[in-house]
């Protein structure tokens, strides 16, 4: 029997998700559920695996972890993108690295709960409400007539807008290599720089891919050309922005508030700031965290498997 770990199973759920018999005849199944805080720690839990799942990017599958793991031999992420797999080293080593489906309609929905949350002050609402507290406590912010800047106009960001639209908001959006033309097919305002978008937006919204160019791009500066009314909302990757900066805006109330699914460290440590965090809605990476989503990853790992079985692998990345 083949010996096949699942990694990063945190809601115990994966089993759920899939007809893991069909592997049965063939491959012993570990699904491990609980968050694993170093390499040492992953490298005993695989042990002698030859099959590895990941998901996400939960886990980096770096070069030296995978000179810990001499078995290994097929590698699947939910995804077909994972910026936490060395590639490279998986094909020096002769590791077949293959993916899955992932939608992006579930990031998208997300978006939009963060954002009317926070324009309808829906948690301390709720909040107050549970607590036998003050019978409304704030005032909302409307969306209609309100400026919707993006940073970032792809697969998600496209449909973000869209729905801002619908909201009778106007929409900006903003990237490094966008073009009028890409925003004018969908009838959104080309902003004409970062600085712009951030100066003129009452909620700003990021929908970019973290890189080189990216990383730390809403920083102190950034931040500081915002309105004092405004919202930043990120569904991205946490290093996209200057964390440290953007606490220190929220504490001196520099913008109305922020919320975020991803984050520098994940899970979230217990005495991370960021938990009590004033004007801050944090969520625990929910963006992919979907029914149709999972059922996407776990369904097609078994099929991957299967394919990778018979000699014929399917969905390969890299």
Not at 236 to 264: P, T, W, Y
């Amino acid at each position: 029997m083949l010996d096949c770990c699942i990694l990063d199973d945190y809601q115990n759920c994966a089993k759920d998700f899939a007809d893991w018999s069909r592997l049965s005849s063939q491959v012993s199944l570990r699904f491990v559920t609980e968050y694993l805080p170093d390499e040492t720690a992953v490298a005993a839990r695989v042990g002698a695996a030859e099959i590895l799942i990941v998901m996400r990017e939960r886990t980096p599958v770096t070069r030296s972890l995978l000179a810990r793991l001499p078995n290994l031999k097929l590698l699947i992420t939910s995804g077909m993108r994972n910026a936490a797999i060395d590639l490279a080293a998986c094909d020096e080593r002769g590791i077949i690295v293959c993916g899955t489906d992932s939608f992006s309609e579930p990031p998208v929905e997300l978006t939009w709960a963060l954002i009317l949350a926070m324009a309808r002050g829906i948690v301390p609402e709720a909040q107050a409400l549970s607590a036998n507290g003050p019978w409304q406590s704030s005032v909302g912010t409307d969306l209609k007539g309100a400026t919707l800047g993006l940073l970032g106009f792809g697969k998600i960001g496209v449909q973000v807008a869209r729905i801002g639209k619908a909201f009778g908001m106007a929409v900006q959006a903003w990237s490094p290599n966008l073009s009028a033309e890409r925003t004018a097919t969908e009838s959104v305002t080309l902003a004409p720089s970062k600085e712009a978008l951030l100066r003129a937006a009452d909620f700003v919204s990021i929908h970019l891919v973290l890189g080189e160019r990216s990383r730390g791009l809403v920083d102190a500066a950034a931040l500081a050309v915002m309105k004092p009314t405004a919202f930043l909302v990120n569904t991205s990757r946490a290093a996209i922005i200057d964390g440290a900066a953007l606490l220190r805006c929220l504490k001196a109330g520099g913008i109305a508030g922020a919320a975020s699914d991803v984050h520098e460290h994940e899970p979230l440590p217990a005495d991370s700031p960021w938990r009590t965090a004033p004007r801050f809605l944090g969520l625990p990476h929910l963006g992919y965290v979907t029914r149709r989503n999972y059922t996407a990853y776990f369904t097609q790992a078994v099929e991957d498997i299967e394919a990778w079985l018979a000699g014929s692998p399917m969905r390969l990345i890299g």
